[in-house]
């Protein structure tokens, strides 16, 4: 019984699909198992049948002639045959010297002319070489070209890549650098406008006022302040706290409105004067009619610069 | 040419005995009893008639040159002629690097092959035989006659047809050993 394994060896034989040392180990095999031998022999007469399976074609008539051709140029086939006729060999020379004494003469002219004709082929062929050997000779030099122009794109390609990776760098580079600048910028203008404003921390005009404490910021860009107050006395009644800038290219105080206070004596508030301040020389603080004034008219209880 | 067929095949063998003797006549009537069935063979692998035109002068010059290694004991002359001219088609699809585009081509087109005229390109006797592979084809699967053809016209390795059908190779191997034997045998039963 033949396994599996040894049925498939045995097709690749069959199929000439072995390569050469799996051939030789099989055959190896061969050479020891009967069975495995008869079992090929077998398979082989079975697997060649399906050369009939194909389509039937007949070869062109033409063939024939051209095959039959071959004959005397092929070498001659070496075996039994030359021992056999052996004993015919002297009758053979003798033969063919008589005969060809006889026809050399006329064949003296044929042979001649197929010299001739043979040597027109022959140069028919020889020119076909030439241009055979000029054909291969121009593809590999196109085949060198090719190899020279992918050794050159290789080259290129890596380039091409360095530069790439370079441009990546700066790029990233480039993009971080719009977030630092923005960063810079903000900090820039948060130095100015710290620089821009004004503190001006102001003083009691009034005993009463003593223990109070008053403070105004100023931002003369935005044109706009605040005002800080702490203990301050409740306002009497028609009355409230009112803000004023002094700037001396006015006439009189700016109002910066009323200032309202809560029951603690806190107050943080912000103010826009109506007019632009263009120096805020001092602050002020008066005590004012409910809603406030346009000018000072009460007194003033804080001022500062 | 008529393997299954004893006298047939004895005389196929004697031919080439005779040929492997330099018997130029021999060599010529065995022209006329094989040209008709390799031609068809080699024509269906590559599928290019000056090829297997080509082919069939190249095989002939090999039987002729080569006659006498063929040992009759083991197998038909039939046989032998047919793997001699399958192995040169193969090297001729092979050399000409067209060997992956026409085997698709042949695996495609197998199936629905023009057939040509039986009766006027074959034998009797070989005309009974040709019915008689066909009969047997038809009873392998269609997957085993698939793999079969490939590897037996296409000439692909076990390996390659399997990565061409995109299939396990242990799969193809059962393929091709289940659809051979089946043909051996339903070939020996109906011999």
New interface residues.
Partial sequence: MID?AS??LA??YV???LDTAGERAFEAELRADYDLLAFV????????????????????PH??A???A??PA?????????A??LAWLPWAIAASLAVGCVILFSARERSRAETQRGLAQSERWRAEAESGRSEVEKSREEATKLREKIVFLESQSAYLEKQTNLLKTEIAAVQAEPASLRNEIALLKGRDALAQIRIAALSAQVTRFAKAGAVVLWDSEKQRGIVKLVNLPKPEAGKDYQIWVIDPIYPTPISGGVVPVGADGAARVSFKPDQFIATPDKFAISVEKAGGATTVAGPIVFMGN | MTPLNHPERQIDADLLSRVASGDEAAFARLYDRFAPGLFSLVLKMVRDEKEAEDVLQDGFSHIWRRATTYDPARSSAFTWAVMVFRHKAIDRLRMRLRFERIVEKAATEFSDAPQADEASAAAPILREQCTLVRSALEQITDEQKLAVELAFFGGLTHEEIAAKLDTPLGTIKARIRRGLLRLRDFLKESA
Avoid: C, M, Y
């Fill in positions: 599996e049925q498939d097709i690749q199929l000439g699909t022999n077998d398979l082989r007469e079975s697997t060649a049948l399906l050369a009939l399976a194909a389509p039937a074609v007949l070869p062109p063939l024939r051209k095959v039959l071959i004959v092929a070498a001659a086939p070496p075996g039994p045959a030359l056999r006729h």
